[in-house]
């Protein structure tokens, strides 16, 4: 991909958009009384498309000095000096400019959550300079599309869409601690914190852990929304790719924490939504 504006959308990295859409086409179909629009399934898509690169251009303007000095990140278009701060700020306004109008067509109530929803992307990228827990803002932030998406068809945030969130969050946790193990060495050497460096070898175990509360949390959501045995039977589903992720991730390998990762864009997500569409 030869576009630096593309480059600093990420859009030749797609994971990233199908982890911030997962959250949303679960609320949007659990609080469906049948299957959700095709209008709304597309108009959170393109939205989670647009916000997954502005938090993008937000995350590499706070790290641009931090960029160059880590081998994953130095060939970014603002780390390697193909893009200007200026031109990464007047895109990332466009952006902007252009999800409020797709959350304009959704309703008042998605504005409004929309908004609130910058919070917690412009604080997510200074946190791994002086928290342990940056993964936990990221949880944050990429699970915000589960509020959204049921306000979307109800109105109201109501029980179930926060325990989507909640769940999301734990999920994040556990994902984005594997994936940060692949920069742990350059991130421990330029002062950057993460849970890999802060649970190193104590990050399976605990994820683990993440991911049970995950299940349950989604369970719960399924129960408070009256889901039948068929949710049950695919959350199951998810709950074993779950066991296979910790039985097969190898920490110490970026390519298997790297893969890990992926296969929580492509299959958890996608099997989760399965799990809510059986619910209906």
Known sequence: MKSPYLRLMRLHQPAGILLLLWPCWWAL??????????????????????????????NDIADRKFDPMVERTKTRPLASGELSLKQALLFLALLLFISF????????????WATLSLIPVCIYPWMKRISWWPQLFLG???NWGALMGWVAVRDVIELPAVLLYMGGIFWTLGYDTIYAHQDKRDDAMIGVKSTALRLGDKTVPVTRVFYLLAGAL?????????????????????????????????IHDPLSCRKIF??????????MWLACLMAI
Do not use: E
């Open 140 to 142: 944050l932030t990429f």
């Open 262 to 271: 992926i296969s929580n864009a492509y299959q958890l997500g996608f099997l």
């Open 218 to 250: 989604w369970g719960f959501a399924g129960y408070v929304s009256g889901a039948g045995l068929f949710f049950y039977g695919f959350l199951l589903i998810v709950l074993c790719h779950f066991l296979w992720q910790i039985k097969s991730v190898s």
């Open 29 to 58: 179909t659990l609080a469906s009384d049948g299957l959700p629009s095709v209008q709304l399934l597309l108009l959170f898509a393109m939205g989670a498309v647009l916000m997954r690169g502005a938090g993008c251009i937000v």
């Open 101 to 112: 109008g797709i959350a304009a067509i959704l309703g008042w109530h998605v504005v409004l």
